[in-house]
């Protein structure tokens, strides 16, 4: 009788596990796999063997995810990590540096912490895998897959039905143009023309993945990057005074971004190219009541605006806006990947 009611505790206990982690549901993921290519907002562990100070796998980053500290930028789930549970799998996609040949049918992670589109971006930091050099790794990945399904034909028919997710561009900006003592690039160029020099890069990388198989891509527009804890102390603004600078080159990089996901849906018409617009996410305290802007985010930060390691973090970790000085909170990220599912969801 005993063992009976602990069998049944047992069932009960693993009903609720696996209702409140999606994770463990096993079933069919509505896509067969999920690649995806970017910086810091969805990096998960690439940096981790780089040397770059741009790596986070320590404490507190990690403290709420299952894992620990495995890299990613945040105490818990980066945004891809939230669109794979919606999107049904059974987990997380692997990061490229680390993943075995067993894993990759299903997906992986490209993304690289301080990357951006143009080669030079975030090398202030050290050593990132730049966008361009991410499609370099997918086109070995793919062929590895062709390898593994028999030819390139069956390869590609599968890779057509997979999601992939980009992420870039931040950091052209927040580390390149708006970083002088580094980069000439604000010297060379005005905001329009940076912007349009940054869109002309990402279109040739587009048409490389097209390339390479994929057809049903999520492009994610820029954050107000103006208004990160490091943006406003780097600018003396008072918290939450977002610095307009900033938000207005991001503004003309995200309206060019979805201009050139419509030129290349009318172009490429067999692919679905998805502009998801996360520029009106309020990241001011004002515009979201709820929310409580901690001055440097939720974690003590160095002089670089990563979280002190081992340091303590704010107690509401769920009601903040931002995590460390540039990494918005789950709550956030919850949201993100809120967008891109529902927009995703008529084409996968
Ligand atoms: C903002 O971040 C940069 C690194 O990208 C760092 O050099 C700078 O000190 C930070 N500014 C502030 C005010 O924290």
């Given amino acids: 009788m005993a063992s009976v009611r602990k069998l049944l505790w047992l069932v009960l206990v693993l009903f609720v596990e696996c209702f409140s982690f999606h994770l463990c549901i096993h079933g ?3 896509v067969p796999c999920y690649f995806i290519f970017g910086d ?3 990096d998960n562990g690439n940096n981790n063997n780089l040397p770059t100070l741009a790596k986070v796998n320590y404490l507190p980053y990690g403290m709420d995810f299952p894992a620990g500290p495995t890299g990613r930028f945040y105490n818990g789930l980066t945004p891809v990590d939230i669109i794979a549970e919606h999107l049904g799998f059974d987990n997380y996609v692997p ?5 075995s040949d067993s894993e990759i049918l299903e997906g992986l992670n490209y993304a690289s912490g301080s990357a951006g589109i143009r080669d030079e971006t975030g090398r202030n930091w050290g050593v ?3 966008f361009n050099k991410q ?8 062929s590895r897959i062709a390898g593994i399904l028999g030819n390139k034909r069956s390869a ?15 950091n052209d900006y927040i580390n390149n143009y708006f970083m002088p003592m580094y980069y000439d690039t604000s ?10 020099v940054l869109i002309d890069q990402y279109s040739q990388n587009l048409r490389s993945l097209y390339l390479l198989g994929a057809r049903i891509v999520s492009l994610q527009g820029l954050l107000p990057i103006g208004c990160t804890p490091n943006a406003t102390h780097s600018y003396k603004r008072a918290a939450a005074i977002c610095v307009d600078s900033m938000n207005n080159a991001a503004y003309l990089f995200n309206q060019r971004l979805k201009s050139l996901a419509y030129r290349l849906n009318q172009e490429l018409s067999d692919a679905k190219f998805i502009y998801l617009n996360v520029f009106d996410i309020p990241l ?3 515009s979201v009541p709820g929310l409580n802007v901690e001055i440097s985010g939720c974690c003590e930060v160095t002089k670089n605006s990563l979280c002190i390691p081992n340091k303590a973090s704010c107690q509401d970790r769920v009601l903040s806006l931002f995590w460390d000085g540039f990494h918005p909170s789950e709550a956030i990220n919850k949201i993100i990947a809120g967008i891109t599912y529902k927009a995703v969801l008529p084409f996968i």
């Fill in 28 to 30: 069919e993921s509505q």
């Fill in 40 to 42: 810091s907002f969805v």
């Fill in 95 to 99: 990061p490229f540096a680390t993943a």
């Fill in 128 to 130: 990132n895998i730049n």
């Fill in 135 to 142: 499609i370099e790794n997918h086109r070995k990945i793919t």
């Fill in 156 to 170: 590609d028919d599968y890779l057509s039905k997979c999601l992939y997710t980009i992420v870039v561009g931040s």
């Fill in 187 to 196: 010297r060379k160029y005005s905001p329009e023309q940076y912007a349009d």
């Fill in 284 to 286: 001011t305290q004002t």
